[in-house]
């Protein structure tokens, strides 16, 4: 058994009953297409060009990935990570890319009947106005969201699911996250562990295996019953598309 295998079984055993990858390029959409072939239903596919993957590339590579995406979707189950983020980090040179690239994502998805994932930092309005611009009608998640509860309150009109990562454990940080999570509807709510990125355990281990710890975190801090939070997170999640 290798590290996937390893990773899936842990998954399996913490009663995890299906996955979600976000996609960030083509070699990406590579790798899913293998691991699907690999796990079948358990996995579920995300193919999109993530905003630090159009910060990488010069115009014309974004064009070619983009037409190569146009292809490789009709295989995916959503379309994404795609979106805007702009954080004073990143390269602002690249933020008109950056617009250009979801605009056409956002037509790809509509076209292609695909739920959206976005990846959105420090660009929710701007983010927002792309969509109702191209008046975007299918089903949406904000994958690891951390704007304000005023953001949320319109990505929540417009029945968006907001998919939260772990760091609302972290005792003394990210207590915005967790003002939004006291208010949202649950009805308009996710977990994700976003793993391998996000270091919100201590021992530093996330994979998803993790994920029954923030649905522990998340119930006693809304003080609802553990199998409640289960039930409506899988339900949200089977009819995200």
């Known amino acids: 058994m290798d590290r996937v295998d390893e990773v899936v079984s842990r998954a399996r055993q913490a009663g995890v009953s299906k996955v979600m990858i976000g996609g960030v390029d083509p070699a990406d959409w590579s790798r899913q297409q293998i691991l699907k072939s690999r796990y ?25 990935s983009l037409h190569e995406l146009a292809i490789a979707l009709k295989s995916a189950d959503a379309l994404g990570e795609t979106g805007l983020d702009f954080h004073p980090r990143r390269d602002s040179s690249k933020f008109n890319l950056q617009r250009e690239a979801f605009r056409t994502q956002i037509r790809m998805a509509q ?67 967790r003002k939004v999570l006291q208010w949202i509807p649950v ?35 809304r003080g609802w019953e553990l199998e409640f939070l289960t039930q409506k997170l899988d339900e949200n999640f089977r009819n995200f598309g």
């Open 111 to 177: 076209s292609a009947d695909k739920p959206l994932v976005l990846h959105i930092v420090r660009s929710h309005a701007d983010s927002i106005r792309e969509i109702d611009d191209a008046g975007f009608g299918g089903n949406i998640l904000v994958h690891s969201f951390s704007g304000s509860i005023e953001e949320a309150s319109e990505w929540v009109k417009r029945g968006a699911l907001l998919s939260f990562s772990g760091g609302f454990l972290i005792p003394g940080k990210f207590e915005r996250a």
């Open 40 to 64: 079948g239903d358990w996995i579920r596919t995300s193919f999109g060009l993530h905003p630090w993957s159009v910060e990488r590339m010069d115009p014309t590579a974004v064009h070619r």
């Open 187 to 221: 009805e308009n709510l996710l977990l994700e562990t976003d793993s391998p990125d996000q270091a919100w355990r201590p021992d530093g281990i996330n994979e998803p295996a993790c994920i029954p710890e923030l649905y522990r975190g998340l119930a006693t801090l």
